[in-house]
Structures are given as structure tokens and as C-alpha cells.
């Protein structure tokens, strides 16, 4: 099985968030950059495929240098190979599935996987573009994966439950919490990562179909009300929620 | 600018989702401003019946791809179906619901017209006869305001967010879409579907009451139950009680659980760190109970209490039934 897993450079979870001078992007002095997490559990899925099928496993990532430290992750989990598509050009989420659909179409996988959405963007979009662009089909918010004789059948998560969705080999998969617990690179994964080489690739020049404006931190919220101190404050806080904020 | 806006309105079992009639209300907001029309596609296998009552949140016309076929979801079929509406009405702008179902379908959509996506607005304005979407980024950390510049332009919206208001009671007319569908763009197909429980879901209830670790333990959570059973509100957890094995994970709340929007959220024993505050934010009123005065709930807190959970929650429960005439 030849699988591609798409992964991102993202800031880590507890991050606060800083708009840079310019208004149009976030300071990163400061800020540690993990693996998106969703990508992580779409590496560990590949990982686990390889481990039953046999095959190769090849992790993907568009960016800058930096992005080498993400893909040096992959490889310390145990990724075959890595390819950095290398542009530090502003790109939004169709030009990056444009960039990512090109590599990939060129290497015909059995499955691409992606982590649903990531942590910075929050697009959920590129997995989905990127299956389109490549006329295979997809499934997202996996949180199960069961391959047999080229037919995936998966459970995905939607509201109230989850559906269970039946689609043939060449397929996309966006990986969601639940799906797996990634396992920790071992000591002599780390190791061995840091040697192995990575492949850089000049992706086309991107067109962009969107354009950020301005980003911003939300206004502070007002301060709230501290109703009470005990039980006794609650016909008052049920007031104010039937009252003032009518909500019950 | 369009002269037409299209809008895929979720429909399940026969039913529209809440998040559908919201996004035909915003879709007819924005088109009041650019002079547009709104024109809702409505796809399943028995959904004429329901189509008309779209005209209540200002929906023009609808469009009626109605087959056997697609009585079930398909990603492709769907994808396919919603792109051919938009074409066959030259819309430019196709507002779809930010559902579990949207969220897959309008990638796909927007890469069938060649068009950007902003996804997961939260706000849609029209600046110079132009669509600004704003939408949040790192986990509702920071907010972008966005504008499509291609041709084509997708946007989904996130649910509970945009007001639905009340339907008018205008029946739209209606027109049968007839799609070429294919075997072929039926390439994967939802076989079954399995319901966590017949209890409310976090992701769509108006009202949500989360218990965290201040809970102490899971059989404690009755309590949360009872208030939410009480409110006809969804159970919410923190990560912490997930990944402690208390409650399961599509109770989660928070930047790797859902993201919400409720009327009222009441968090108790939930501290309130960062990642959970972006799964919840959002919501119009947030009412906090914890015992520790310094947890950082109570600075997103509309009303709170600090004190004994244990104290607390049956007493709001007994204060709720009275308020119900109980």
C-alpha cells in the first residue's frame, strides 16, 4: 500500500495569540510549533495501515523551512519518507489543496490521509478540495477505518451519532479524535529522523481565490456578575436568566 | 456581484435542521443589500413536501433534486448536485450550512466552480457591494475577515449563530433539479446510521449544561443530568473528564471536542482553561459555577456563582422546576 499523509506546522494548543504589527498575521516570537494534532492521529493511522498491509508511508507538508521540524516528527514516528513542498508564499486553502493535489496525482497512493481541520485555519476544507481536485472519493471525520479486499468502511461522526459510510480504494480520509492514540516516536525514531532526508519540491505558484483582510483578537467581554456565594444566590441568578437574559 | 444566491438547505428524515432556515434568513439579509435572490436546493428522496416552507426564512424559489438515490448522503452525489443547482441558476454565491454534512460537501462544492470558500463564518457583511465573511481562527483565539475574490464564492455558516427568527408563513415555489447522476459520482455512500443517544446532541441543543473535574467523580454527573433533563438541555464535559474516562467523547466541549454556540451555557466545575473556552465561547450567555473565585471561567462568565457544586446544582434544578410550574 502506498499511503500520503498531509501534514501542517501549526502553534501548540496553549498558545496565546498575538496579532503581529502588520494586522495580517500572528507573532511568532515565542510560540512553539507542534505537529497539527488531528495530522498527528492521520500519521499514526498510515502507520498502523502500513504495519497490517505492508507498504510505504510518505508524509507531506507545504511551507517554509520550519515545516522540516513537523516532518522530522513524522519521521521519528515511523513515515518512510518525507516531502516538503517548499513555499512561503501566502496561500489560502485552495492554492495550498492545489499544491498538495499536484504531488500527490503524481504519485497514485492507495489512500491520502488528512487530519480534519487545522488548528490554525480551523478550514476543515483542504482534505476534501484536495480528494475533488483528484476525482477520489472522501471521507471525513473518520473516527473508525476498516479496509478490506480495496473497500473502506468507515465510521464518521455527525450530529446525534455517527454514519457508517462504504467507499472503494483510491480514497481520502480526514482523521478525527478517537480515531487512534498517536504513539510517541521512540528514542531511536528521534534519532534516526534527524539523518533521514527529506525531499523538497517547488510547488507551482499559488492562486489565490480568497483574501484575508485584517485578523484580530475578539473584544474583552464585559465583566460578568457574581450572583452569590451559595445556594442562596440562585432564585436571583434563575431570575436574571429568566428576566434579563431570557434564555429560560 | 450575483444576482442569485444559492443555499443548500440541509434536510434529514424529512425534516429541515435548524442551521438551514438560518442560513436562508442570512442569505436573504445579504441579498436585501446586494439585490439578489435566494434560491434554496433541497436534495433527499421525499422532500417536496417540506420544500415550500423555505419561502418563510425568505427563500425566493426551490429547487428540488428529489431521486431514490438520494435518500441517503453521498459526499460525491451531493457535491455534485448542489454545483449543478448553482450553475443551472448562474448563482455565484452558494451559502451552506458549517453541519457535519456542510462542512464535507462545500470543499468539494467549491472546487466544482472554481470558486474560494470562507468556512465557518460566524458574520457576514457587505462592504462596497462586496461579501465580507468574517470567521474565527486558532480555536476563536483571533477572528479574519475574509473576502472571496474569485468568481465563485462558498461560504459556510455556522450553526446557531445566524438568527433564524420566525417563518413568515410564505410558501416558495418550487422547480425539479434534475441532476445526471451516475453510479460512478455515487463513490462513497452512507450505509447506516447509528444514534449516540436519544439524548439532545451538544452540537445542536439551545441550552447546555457541561460538568468538569470540580465534579470529583462521574457519578456525580447525575446531577448535571437532572438540570440539563429539567432544561431540555444537552450534557456537555471538559476534556479532563473525557480523557478520565467519565464521560464519552461526543460530550466534549472544547478545541479537540465541538464547537457550540447554545443560548445559555452552564459550565460547572469546569475551570475554564483556553481550549475549552474555544468550543464554547460563542454562546450567547455563559453562566459559571465553581468553587474556586480565580477560575478563569468566570472572566467569559455572564452570571455566576462561586460556591459548592454540589450545593448548587440541585437547588437551580428545584428553582428551574418552579419556574416550569412544577
Keep these: 500500500m502506498k499511503l500520503i499523509v498531509c501534514i501542517n506546522h501549526v502553534p501548540?494548543?496553549?498558545?496565546?495569540?498575538?496579532?503581529?504589527?502588520?494586522g495580517l498575521s500572528i507573532e511568532k516570537t515565542g510560540v512553539t510549533f507542534i505537529i497539527n494534532p488531528y495530522d498527528e492521529i492521520a500519521v499514526e493511522e498510515c502507520l498502523r495501515w502500513k504495519e497490517k498491509h505492508g507498504g510505504?508511508?510518505?508524509?507531506?507538508?507545504?511551507?517554509?523551512?520550519?515545516?522540516?521540524?513537523?516532518?522530522?516528527?513524522?519521521?521519528?514516528?515511523?513515515?518512510?519518507?518525507?516531502?516538503?513542498?517548499?513555499?512561503?508564499?501566502?496561500?489560502?486553502?485552495f492554492s495550498v489543496a492545489r499544491a498538495l493535489a499536484d504531488y500527490i496525482k503524481e504519485q497514485a497512493p492507495d489512500a491520502v490521509f488528512f487530519g480534519k481541520q487545522s488548528i490554525d485555519s480551523d478550514e476543515a476544507a483542504v482534505g476534501q478540495m484536495v480528494a475533488e481536485m483528484l476525482g477520489l472519493p472522501s471521507v471525513s471525520v473518520a473516527v473508525k477505518i476498516e479496509v478490506a479486499e480495496g473497500t473502506a468502511t468507515v465510521q464518521r461522526e455527525v450530529e446525534?451519532?455517527?454514519e457508517t459510510v462504504r467507499a472503494k480504494l483510491p480514497c481520502v480520509f480526514t482523521a478525527q479524535k478517537g480515531l487512534n492514540e498517536p504513539r510517541y516516536p521512540s528514542l531511536k525514531g528521534i534519532m534516526g529522523a534527524k539523518s533521514?532526508?527529506?525531499?523538497?519540491?517547488?510547488?507551482a505558484p499559488p492562486t489565490n481565490k480568497s483574501e484575508m483582510l485584517t485578523i484580530y483578537k475578539p473584544a474583552p467581554k464585559a465583566a460578568g456578575r457574581i450572583v452569590g456565594t451559595d445556594a442562596s444566590a440562585v432564585p436571583e441568578l434563575v431570575r436574571l436568566l429568566h428576566e434579563e437574559a431570557k434564555v429560560v | 456581484m450575483s444576482a442569485t444566491i444559492l443555499v443548500f438547505a440541509e434536510q434529514r428524515d424529512g425534516k429541515f435542521k435548524k442551521p438551514a432556515f438560518e442560513a436562508v434568513k442570512a442569505a436573504r439579509a445579504i441579498a436585501d443589500q446586494i439585490g439578489a435572490q435566494v434560491v434554496a436546493v433541497v436534495i433527499g428522496d421525499a422532500v417536496s413536501d417540506i420544500a415550500p416552507s423555505l419561502g418563510g426564512y425568505g427563500a425566493n424559489k426551490v429547487l428540488i433534486a428529489e431521486k431514490p438515490a438520494l435518500g441517503k448522503y453521498s459526499t460525491t452525489a451531493f457535491a455534485k448536485t448542489i454545483a449543478e443547482a448553482a450553475k443551472s441558476i448562474s448563482a455565484s454565491v452558494v451559502f451552506i450550512p458549517a453541519t457535519a454534512m456542510g462542512k464535507d460537501v462545500a470543499p468539494r462544492v467549491a472546487v466544482k466552480l472554481d470558486a474560494g470558500l470562507a468556512g465557518d463564518c460566524t458574520l457576514l457583511k457587505v462592504n462596497?457591494?462586496?461579501?465580507?465573511?468574517?470567521r474565527p481562527v486558532y480555536a476563536g483565539k483571533a477572528f479574519t475577515d475574509v473576502k472571496v475574490i474569485s468568481t465563485n464564492k462558498v461560504f459556510t455558516l455556522r450553526p446557531n449563530v445566524f438568527s433564524a427568527g420566525t417563518s413568515s408563513g410564505t410558501s416558495a415555489p418550487t422547480e425539479s433539479l434534475s441532476v445526471d447522476l451516475s453510479d460512478a459520482d455515487f463513490s462513497s455512500v452512507v450505509t447506516a446510521m447509528t444514534q449516540s443517544s436519544g439524548k439532545v446532541d451538544v452540537a445542536e441543543a439551545d441550552i447546555i449544561v457541561s460538568g468538569g473535574r470540580g465534579l470529583k467523580g462521574p457519578e456525580h454527573f447525575n446531577l448535571i443530568e437532572e438540570l440539563a433533563a429539567e432544561l431540555g438541555a444537552a450534557v456537555g464535559a471538559s476534556r479532563a473528564v473525557v480523557d478520565a474516562g467519565w464521560r464519552p467523547h461526543n460530550e466534549q466541549v472544547g478545541q479537540t471536542g465541538k464547537t457550540v454556540a447554545p443560548s445559555l451555557y452552564v459550565a460547572v466545575g469546569v475551570s475554564g482553561a483556553i481550549q475549552h473556552l474555544a468550543g464554547m465561547s460563542s454562546s450567547k450567555y455563559i453562566v459559571a459555577i465553581n468553587k474556586d473565585k480565580d477560575a478563569p471561567i468566570f472572566q467569559v462568565a455572564d452570571y455566576g456563582i462561586v460556591g459548592d457544586a454540589f450545593e448548587i446544582l440541585p437547588a437551580l434544578t428545584n428553582e428551574i422546576k418552579k419556574l416550569h410550574g412544577k
Excluded: F, Q, Y
Design chain 1, 12 to 22: 501548540d494548543t496553549t498558545t496565546k495569540i498575538n496579532i503581529a504589527a502588520d
Design chain 2, 128 to 134: 462596497d457591494g462586496e461579501i465580507v465573511a468574517t
Design chain 1, 160 to 162: 446525534g451519532g455517527h
Design chain 1, 196 to 203: 533521514k532526508p527529506i525531499e523538497e519540491r517547488i510547488p
Design chain 1, 56 to 93: 510505504e508511508v510518505i508524509a507531506l507538508t507545504l511551507g517554509g523551512d520550519v515545516h522540516k521540524e513537523t516532518l522530522r516528527k513524522a519521521l521519528a514516528m515511523g513515515v518512510d519518507k518525507a516531502v516538503l513542498l517548499k513555499d512561503d508564499s501566502k496561500r489560502d486553502t
